[in-house]
């Protein structure tokens, strides 16, 4: 059984028919033709699918894109805004926080919704945020590290 949904990707409403099995990451992938959001182990274990859904940072490997009909969807192509970097995307760059990049858009849109609800997070907050994402090219340090100087500069910045 197929249905006709609206979702709001990165600013953009998108009119789509979508069967009730179908994945959001699938439609955003395949339908849509974003495919920065990555389909890592499709168990929700390694978080490299994670996008904000109405803000809410959101396992898509796990979600029927039918639930999101009408929500606004923000996927790691939403960070960059007339062609700047978000600030989370600089520092992740600038801190070495990026290795073979596979988790890096769910490591990014786990941060971003940390950072949207509490601008300077703790240590352990930050820890807590992205507990959910895998990495299996490096330790987490320069990942913490570059959410915590993207967190002072977003700060300094008055960036959302």
Sequence with gaps: MKQQIALEINGRVYDLVVSHRDLLV???RK????????????????????VLVDGEPTLS??????????KKI?????LAQGGQLHPLQEAFINHGAIQCGYCTPGMLMSAKGLLDKNPKPTLEEIKLAISGN?????????????IQMASETMSAQGVK
């Design 74 to 78: 923000t996927t790691v192509e939403g």
């Design 61 to 70: 490997c796990l979600t029927l894109a039918i639930t999101c009909n009408g």
């Design 26 to 28: 699938d439609v955003i």
């Design 31 to 50: 339908k849509i033709g974003l495919t920065g959001t990555k389909k890592g182990c499709g168990n929700g274990d390694c978080g490299a699918c994670t």
């Design 134 to 146: 895998l990495c299996r090219c490096t330790g987490y340090k320069r990942i913490v590290e570059a």
